[in-house]
């Protein structure tokens, strides 16, 4: 059967795609263990045979939060694959300029990392994320990319919020009047139904009007959208709610988002 001589690998089939490295481990002397994040295959963890001593088959395409083409063998041993070489594709430079930037960067990694486990694809994530990176590298709309993400993220991840009706009559909201935030339903809730309450705060209709437009329009129409402190204040309030009890943990990174 397969040894695990070097010398097999011209025989084995590779795949070439483009990646958005997730994070980069030291294993042993001189080699690397990446995690990256691709369209067609989700998240894939790979072995970076002997880059820290040689890095020309891989200049500066390992290095964290960095968009490159990676070829590589899959499922080399379990899960890990062999990772041959890469080439750096979009190193989104401002994002590594300023703290703020770069744990913004971290805590879209982290979300990922916990709405898409290994096998979960989602070619329109990888995306999302790619144009998010690129508007925090580039400065612009870092207040907005968080909370546009983390809605479409959700979203992607089966945890969309319902703006459309009340949660618990079904009538239909008509954008008028002031709605609760119910956590338990992922939706909102007539004044009849629910009362607000610290876990079920209330939303006028303009922030539910944003968490709607936030989940559905593309990203690139969003570029201009201003919803207004107030606005983003109470959509916040209610993404924190929505993303504690839905994933049932607290993002290690989410403090540099609130
Ligand atoms: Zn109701």
Redesign the pocket.
């Known amino acids: 059967m397969h040894g695990k001589g070097l010398f097999l690998l011209p025989a084995m089939k590779t795949d070439l795609c483009p990646a958005i490295i997730m994070r980069v481990r030291k294993l042993g002397e001189s080699d690397l263990l990446v995690t990256f994040f691709t369209p067609h295959k989700g998240r894939l963890k790979g072995v970076a045979k002997g880059a820290m001593k040689s890095r020309k088959r891989f200049v500066n395409a390992l290095d964290l939060f960095s968009l490159v083409s990676l070829e590589y063998a899959p499922r080399r041993q379990g899960n890990l694959c062999l990772l041959h070489s890469g080439k750096l594709l979009n190193a989104y430079p401002g994002l590594r300029a300023d703290y703020a930037s770069l744990s913004k960067a971290s805590y879209l990694i982290e979300l990922v990392e916990i709405l898409f486990p290994p096998g979960v694809t989602e070619p329109e994530l990888f995306e999302l994320l790619n144009l998010s990176f690129e508007s925090l590298s580039r400065g612009e709309r870092s207040d907005l990319i968080p909370l546009l993400f983390e809605l479409k993220a959700m979203s992607m991840g089966g945890y969309r919020i319902d703006t459309t009706t009340?949660a618990?009559?079904?009538?239909r909201y008509q954008g008028e009047g002031s709605a609760v935030f119910v956590r338990e339903k992922g939706g909102i809730?007539?004044l009849?139904?629910?009362q607000p309450s610290s876990v079920s705060p209330p939303l006028k209709p303009a922030s539910v009007k944003a968490i709607e437009t936030l989940q559905n329009k593309p990203f690139q129409e969003l570029m201009a959208f201003d919803p207004g402190e107030d606005t983003m204040k109470e959509v916040k309030t209610v993404l924190k709610l929505h993303r504690e009890y839905r994933l049932e943990q607290r993002l290690r990174t989410s403090k540099y988002v609130e």
């Open positions: 009340c618990k009559c079904g009538r809730a007539c009849k139904c629910a």
